[in-house]
């Protein structure tokens, strides 16, 4: 059983960085694969970025590759999100999840989810 809780989510203007960190419960945290997802308002949940036990990187998208950062600290159960150069298209809840499947770009791959926290990106 893996329990996650995300934070640092809140308003910044184009251009600008957040750093979003997801909190993990669980004794098998480190064999896990990592991913983040995100919702707009009207939209789907998307995949974002994920990280996988052993620290390949699988991104959604060359504009998430160029701007954003996923890591992790098995030491401390918490992955992170560094996003840089924001843009207002990136405004939706961000999600953490998390997974022990081979395959972990769609929703239904994962088995874990947090409850979000909150981008908002001004023009």
């Known amino acids: 059983q893996v329990y996650l809780v995300e934070s640092g989510g809140g308003l910044v203007q184009a251009g600008g960085s957040l750093r979003l960190s997801c909190a993990a419960s669980?004794?098998?945290?480190?064999?896990?694969?990592m991913g983040w997802f995100r919702q707009a308002p009207g939209k789907e949940r998307d995949f974002v970025i994920a990280i996988s036990w052993s620290g390949g990187v699988t991104y959604s998208s060359d504009s998430v590759k160029d701007r954003f950062t996923i890591s992790r600290d098995n030491a401390k159960n918490t992955v992170d999100l560094q996003m840089n150069s924001l843009k207002p298209e990136d405004t939706a809840i961000y999600y953490c999840?998390?997974?022990?499947?081979?395959?972990?770009?769609?929703?239904?791959?994962?088995?874990?989810w947090g409850q979000g926290t909150q981008v908002t990106v001004s023009s």
């Open positions: 999840a998390a997974t022990t499947r081979s395959r972990y770009t769609t929703r239904d791959d994962f088995y874990y």
């Open positions: 669980g004794r098998a945290f480190s064999t896990y694969t």
